[in-house]
């Protein structure tokens, strides 16, 4: 009777046993594919879809709020580089633009000579810069794992568009990060040869297809560390058939990239025009509607550069609908401010 009884409990046992590893086993699967379809969801559907919207500012929001969950997801056997360069490259931008704002500040302590200010504007611009670049190495490494191909020295084999897409954002990643630790004076220790990967990673892609960016990201290089530019390019030219393959496709990144260029080189009055070929071709030329976002990224950096040029000159902003106007030109009829405008 008691051996029975041992038997009995001995196979409830086991069941139980058995039971507890179906679970866990299924429980394991279900997590690892839960990861993956995640993933998945937010490649070939979340991103596309932001993609298409046009609200820099909330997609701010969204980028700095998720950027930091985004390698969480390697918890549950998902591989979530890609999107991690894409969000370290929407959050750099944010930064980017903070500084932007610091620097306009920095401008009009200038102007009116207000020299504590000036430091204190500048100094926070650099911290801005500094965090940019920190954001977008981690971009820019995030491309080193998403792809087996290294950049700059073999070119991964594409599977689709979302693949080529995610490899330029990385490219772009690091041609940022490096400027940018440049500009803030070397704090995120961002190695300087990314620039050379960048620029060889940026003939993997089609340039007519990607909107005339992979030659633009290789003539801002060739400019920025002439010592690597190869014998007989002429980068400034690139630069400008860049500009004409994206404006012809309703894209305007590379606008944005020559008129930095532009800008570094001192040739202000060909980033005046640049900025006045980017307003008058609104009219005639429709943004890409699948890349809204990133137009409108284009249109607010071009936006900044403005205000710059025009903080510099006049001590205030581009004035309302004024985009594509400069203070010094022959029709601009603007010679008060209208206190009416204040109130």
């Given at each position: ?10 196979r409830?046992?086991e ?9 866990v ?12 379809i ?8 979340a991103?596309p879809?932001?993609l298409?919207?046009d609200d ?7 980028a ?8 969480s997801l390697?918890?549950i056997?998902a ?6 360069i894409?969000f370290d490259f929407l ?24 020299v504590t200010?000036a430091?204190?504007a500048?100094i926070?611009?650099k ?5 940019a670049?920190r954001?977008?190495?981690?971009g820019?490494?995030?491309?080193e794992?998403?792809f087996?191909?290294?950049?700059g020295?073999?070119?991964p084999d594409?599977t689709?568009w979302?693949?080529?897409?995610y ?8 041609l940022?990060?490096v400027?940018n630790d440049?500009a803030?004076?070397g704090g995120a220790n961002?190695p300087?040869?990314i620039?050379?990967k ?12 990607w ?8 003539a801002?290089i060739?400019?920025?560390?002439p010592?690597h530019r190869?014998?007989g390019t002429a ?5 400008e058939?860049s500009?004409?393959?994206?404006l ?9 990239i020559a008129a930095?260029i532009?800008?570094?080189l001192?040739h202000?009055n060909?980033v005046?025009?640049i900025?006045r070929?980017n ?6 030329i429709?943004a ?12 607010m ?7 710059c040029?025009?903080t510099e000159a006049t001590g205030?902003?581009?004035?309302i ?10 029709d ?5 401010i ?6």
């Amino acid at each position: 009777m008691k051996i029975k009884r041992y038997r009995k409990i001995v196979r409830w046992a086991e069941y139980l046993i058995l039971s507890l590893v179906l679970l866990v086993s299924a429980t394991t699967l279900a997590v690892n594919n839960t990861g993956k379809i995640l993933v998945g969801f937010i490649e070939n559907h979340a991103v596309p879809y932001v993609l298409k919207t046009d609200d820099v500012a909330m997609g701010c929001m969204m980028a700095e709020a998720l950027t930091l969950l985004i390698p969480s997801l390697t918890l549950i056997n998902a591989s979530p580089y890609k999107l991690a360069i894409i969000f370290d490259f929407l959050s750099g931008s944010c930064a980017e633009f903070k500084a932007k704002e610091e620097e306009l500040r920095y401008m009009r302590a200038t102007h009116i000579k207000n020299v504590t200010e000036a430091q204190d504007a500048r100094i926070l611009q650099k911290r801005f810069l500094n965090l940019a670049a920190r954001r977008q190495l981690k971009g820019y490494l995030s491309l080193e794992l998403a792809f087996t191909a290294e950049p700059g020295h073999t070119c991964p084999d594409f599977t689709g568009w979302n693949d080529e897409f995610y490899w330029l954002v990385g490219l772009m990643d690091g041609l940022q990060a490096v400027l940018n630790d440049l500009a803030s004076e070397g704090g995120a220790n961002v190695p300087l040869d990314i620039s050379l990967k960048v620029g060889r990673g940026a003939s993997c892609l089609d340039n007519k297809r990607w909107w005339g960016l992979p030659n633009a990201i290789q003539a801002a290089i060739w400019i920025s560390f002439p010592a690597h530019r190869p014998d007989g390019t002429a980068p400034l030219q690139t630069l400008e058939q860049s500009m004409n393959t994206g404006l012809q496709q309703g894209m305007r990144i590379a606008q944005v990239i020559a008129a930095k260029i532009y800008t570094g080189l001192g040739h202000s009055n060909r980033v005046k025009q640049i900025i006045r070929n980017n307003v008058e071709s609104r009219t005639s030329i429709a943004a890409n509607p699948n890349f809204l976002f990133l137009n409108q990224v284009a249109s607010m950096q071009l936006q900044a550069i403005s205000d710059c040029m025009w903080t510099e000159a006049t001590g205030r902003r581009t004035p309302i609908g004024g985009l594509g106007t400069f203070w010094d030109d022959a029709d601009n009829t603007e010679v008060a401010i209208d206190i009416s405008n204040i109130l």
